[in-house]
């Protein structure tokens, strides 16, 4: 299915929410690859659906979900300025040990990456960036999630790597596995704080939206800390001003993760940040508009 046809189906459910799908079409179509990007992906994700039972309408379903939840999320951070939850054995509970919800949600999410721009943007940044931090002979991702850039990271990366996922959630690991479809990875079903730091100590970690996930954001970032080479690389990204149903911590700007960072004894070596309307920084920090952080950390010397 082209994506033009794809976001005239969510416009039939949802007119509104259409209009801007098609918005953001108008400025990701001039990207460079993202046609050849969504077309991989598509072909490869209706064989998910498919061994899955399911349909891409059903896929679009649950993306309205996604987007009817983020909106009353949304309603309530406007009127309090606070993420509702602030429990992660809550959310845990309601919806990372729930399949349902999980499921629901997780295929929302894989759809977003090609349906909203900040979300695409994001994707490429990482792609393009990450053979510079080479030779990575020992990977590990922390909240793989949907998958798509674990994938993006074993074909930057090649083979001669080892390659392990983690994740709390074992709906999201087994849409990583659906998506990956190699003998060659490692996956693990445990909180990260449970990972043991024994084990080898990795050249390269991504981890992609947790740090909003957790009540004590800056004990993560040192849990990381203690996972990496000395001189090994980590990849984050959190979004500023984002409710949603599993968000707990709130970064109100971007100077608070940059912060963060140095508290945990990192250092930023290449950062972006990509805001999801087409406003600059200040207006959307002014605003409370979300906007999506990223960045490649090191061990501070």
């Known amino acids: 299915m082209k994506i033009e046809h794809l976001i005239e189906n969510i416009a039939a459910k949802n007119a509104i929410h259409g209009k801007k799908l098609q918005k953001n079409f108008s400025l990701l179509k001039e990207e460079d690859n993202f046609i050849e990007d969504y077309t991989v992906f598509i072909n490869k994700y209706k064989g998910i659906l498919e061994k899955k039972n399911l349909t891409l309408d059903d896929s679009i379903n649950y993306y309205l979900k996604m987007i009817g939840d983020f909106n009353e999320e949304m309603l309530d951070f406007v009127r309090t300025g606070k993420y509702r939850n602030t429990s992660f054995d809550a959310v845990n509970k309601a919806m990372y040990n729930n399949p349902d919800v999980m499921v629901s949600h997780m295929h929302g999410l894989l759809l977003s ?6 979300h695409y943007a994001v994707y490429q940044y990482f792609k393009n960036n990450i053979q510079n931090y080479s030779p990575i002979k020992t990977y590990l991702e922390i909240g793989a999630g949907h998958g798509l850039y674990f994938e993006a990271a074993m074909e930057k990366i090649g083979e001669d790597c080892s390659f392990e996922a983690l994740d709390i959630s074992e709906s999201s690991l087994e849409l990583t596995k659906s998506l990956i479809k190699s003998d060659k990875v490692v996956y693990h079903l445990k909180n990260v704080f449970d990972y043991n730091d024994d084990d080898e100590k990795k050249d390269f970690i991504t981890m992609g939206e947790v740090l909003e996930h957790v009540e004590d954001p800056l004990s993560l970032l040192k849990k990381i800390k203690n ?22 911590y709130l970064f109100n700007n971007i100077q608070e993760i940059r912060d963060l960072i140095e508290e945990a004894g990192l250092e930023i070596i290449n950062e972006r940040y990509f805001v999801s309307e087409d406003i600059d920084l200040e207006k959307a920090e002014k605003r409370k508009v979300a906007t999506m952080y990223a960045s490649f950390l090191k061990i501070k010397k």
Request: aromatic content about 10%; hydrophobic content about 40%; cysteine-free.
């Open 227 to 248: 996972l990496i080479k000395p001189e090994g690389t980590i990849f984050i990204t959190t979004p500023t001003n984002a409710p949603s149903i599993d968000h707990i």
């Open 113 to 118: 990456q090609f349906l909203w721009k900040h």
